[in-house]
């Protein structure tokens, strides 16, 4: 194990009307140290605008590190990260805002950050709302409803914030099983739409239907990456046919 | 019976020439608490967030103060301030205004650990999202977490509102002319111990006022379900 000192270089370029096929995050030689443990080692990766992205692997693989470091949860320590445009973020364990509504929760970040009128954020809100399908519970809090629904408005108000590229870590992996199914639909919705999306995730089938590329991580690094039919169907290296082995 | 009778009318005139005096005290303990109070809810919050602070010297600071502030007698701090202004620098300051100080640098430094609890006791999933957000560290502190902590630290800060109303009386040591100076007064004068149980109505009457108050709040407070299913 090598230890990484020099910091990392974040560049986040804005670029208005980036077109389907422009290069929309580009990453190079991205290491994360963590005070024990090396999480990413060297990975190199580029995606484009409207291109789905899955990122597999067994736990403590680094895709989860990868991911946060793309928004800045994570400091990257080396390396180098250009992304045009916004990131929005689904996280395993929702992290709605309990104190709020359903409602503020998704108009809570555009009216404050971007200065949306609550007229315009509401609207917005309720479209995302009937979106992910959950128009009635706009005003009920987050402590009452299940948790397949939670992570739904919690897409809605990653959603709310028009982001360029949107992050999933590991969204129905906190969900028990017979309900993940509500979750996935709507990110089905999302990926039909041609969102930019890159997905850690464990569901494989999902994966195997939605992404447009799978990158198998191991170890912090990229092992393997290709189309589903390639990951799944014709893996290569012998960790990936290891790691296959044991989900299936 | 009518000896009865006499002797209880006897003493609500009695009570009826002491209460200009017993109120007159009544609003001054009043005053004492509202200026305390006002003045160190707020107090606090710069203590709380300077104790989890990253920068080792305000952190040093604020735990210090609050070591200080919370392990001394508010007995002592009352009488250092009451002598120290005017031995050290000549400046003589009235007395209800050098026990206002004194209660809300002691109250300040108790909020402040009620708020670090609250504070602390915040999921980092919740500083996460509103990161993802894109939200300020301001509208994320303001927004997010203390509106959040509330429902945590009401029960305790109101606990304290308690316990400050009747520390109020430690203010009759250098001389402000509270109730509890009031009644001791009339005591002393007509040795009748009469005015002592007429302030603790009183001091009752001020702590009943105080628990509606904070049930009130709490109940606003606790609206939402805050329980967080994994």
């Known amino acids: 194990m090598t230890k990484v000192k020099s910091n990392g270089i974040v560049k986040i370029i804005l670029k208005k009307d980036l077109k389907a096929g422009d290069i929309i995050l580009e990453m190079k030689g991205i290491y994360k140290q963590f005070p024990n443990c090396l999480a990413v080692e060297n990975v190199d990766f580029s995606m484009h605008k409207g291109e789905i992205v899955a990122i597999i692997g067994p736990s403590g693989s680094?895709?989860?590190?990868?991911?946060?470091?793309?928004?800045?949860?994570?400091?990257?320590?080396?390396?180098?990260?250009?992304?045009?445009?916004?990131?929005?973020?689904?996280?395993?364990h929702f992290n709605l805002?309990?104190?709020?509504?359903?409602?503020?929760?998704?108009?809570?970040?555009?009216?404050?950050?971007?200065?949306?009128?609550?007229?315009?954020?509401?609207?917005?809100?309720?479209?995302?709302l009937e979106l992910v399908g959950l128009k009635d519970k706009a005003d009920v809090f987050p402590g009452q409803i299940s948790g397949g629904q939670k992570q739904r408005i919690?897409?809605?108000?990653?959603?709310?914030?028009?982001?360029?590229?949107?992050?999933?870590?590991?969204?129905?992996?906190?969900?028990?099983?017979?309900?993940?199914?509500?979750?996935?639909?709507?990110?089905?919705?999302?990926?039909?739409?041609?969102?930019?999306?890159i997905?850690?995730?464990?569901?494989?089938?999902?994966?195997?239907?939605?992404?447009?590329?799978?990158?198998?991580?191991?170890?912090?690094?990229?092992?393997?990456?290709?189309?589903?039919?390639?990951?799944?169907?014709?893996?290569?290296?012998?960790?990936?046919?290891?790691?296959l082995k044991t989900v299936y | 019976m009518s000896e009865f009778l006499a002797g209880f009318q006897d003493t609500?005139?009695?009570?009826?020439?002491?209460?200009?005096?017993?109120?007159?005290?009544?609003?001054?303990?009043?005053?004492?608490?509202?200026?305390?109070?006002?003045?160190?809810?707020?107090?606090?919050?710069?203590?709380?967030?300077?104790?989890?602070?990253?920068?080792?010297?305000?952190?040093?600071?604020?735990?210090?103060?609050?070591?200080?502030?919370?392990?001394?007698?508010?007995?002592?701090?009352?009488?250092?301030?009451?002598?120290?202004?005017?031995?050290a620098y000549g400046i003589r300051l009235d007395p209800f205004v050098t026990s206002v100080i004194t209660f809300v640098l002691n109250y300040a430094a108790y909020f402040a650990e009620i708020y670090r609890g609250?504070?602390?006791?915040?999921?980092?999933?919740?500083?996460?999202?509103?990161?993802?957000?894109?939200?300020?560290?301001?509208?994320?502190?303001?927004?997010?977490?203390?509106?959040?902590t509330m429902r945590v630290i009401l029960p305790p800060v109101s606990n304290e509102a308690i316990v400050l109303i009747k520390d109020t009386a430690l203010a009759s040591i250098i001389t402000v002319g509270e109730l509890m100076k009031a009644s001791r007064g009339a005591v002393n004068r007509d040795v009748d111990t009469t005015a002592y149980i007429i302030a603790a109505i009183i001091y009752l009457g001020f702590t009943f006022v105080m628990t509606l108050l904070s049930n009130h709040l709490e109940r606003k407070y606790s609206r939402y379900d805050s329980r967080e299913v994994d």
């Not at chain 1, 895709?63 to 395993?92: A, P, W």
């Not at chain 1, 359903?102 to 995302?128: F, G, H, Q, R």
């Not at chain 2, 919050?45 to 010297?57: R, V």
């Open chain 2, 12 to 87: 609500m005139a009695y009570v009826v020439t002491l209460m200009p005096s017993l109120m007159a005290g009544a609003w001054v303990t009043a005053k004492l608490f509202v200026w305390t109070l006002v003045l160190s809810l707020p107090l606090g919050l710069p203590f709380a967030l300077g104790s989890n602070s990253k920068f080792w010297p305000i952190k040093a600071i604020c735990q210090i103060y609050v070591f200080i502030f919370r392990g001394t007698p508010l007995i002592l701090q009352l009488y250092f301030f009451y002598f120290f202004l005017p031995i």
């Open chain 1, 154 to 197: 919690a897409i809605a108000r990653a959603l709310a914030m028009e982001p360029d590229l949107m992050l999933f870590d590991e969204p129905t992996s906190a969900l028990d099983p017979e309900i993940t199914g509500e979750v996935l639909g709507v990110m089905r919705k999302l990926a039909e739409g041609h969102s930019s999306m």
């Open chain 1, 97 to 128: 805002f309990p104190h709020m509504t359903c409602l503020k929760n998704i108009t809570y970040a555009p009216m404050k950050v971007k200065s949306v009128n609550k007229k315009s954020a509401e609207d917005k809100a309720m479209s995302l």
């Open chain 1, 199 to 243: 997905i850690v995730t464990h569901e494989m089938n999902f994966a195997k239907e939605v992404a447009d590329r799978v990158v198998f991580m191991d170890g912090g690094k990229i092992i393997e990456e290709g189309t589903p039919k390639q990951i799944f169907e014709d893996p290569k290296s012998d960790r990936l046919k290891e790691f």
């Open chain 2, 118 to 148: 609250g504070i602390n006791g915040i999921d980092r999933g919740q500083y996460e999202a509103a990161h993802a957000l894109g939200l300020s560290k301001s509208q994320t502190m303001f927004g997010i977490v203390f509106p959040q």
């Open chain 1, 62 to 92: 680094g895709k989860s590190t990868l991911l946060r470091g793309i928004n800045g949860l994570e400091k990257i320590t080396e390396g180098e990260l250009d992304l045009y445009g916004t990131t929005g973020m689904v996280f395993q």
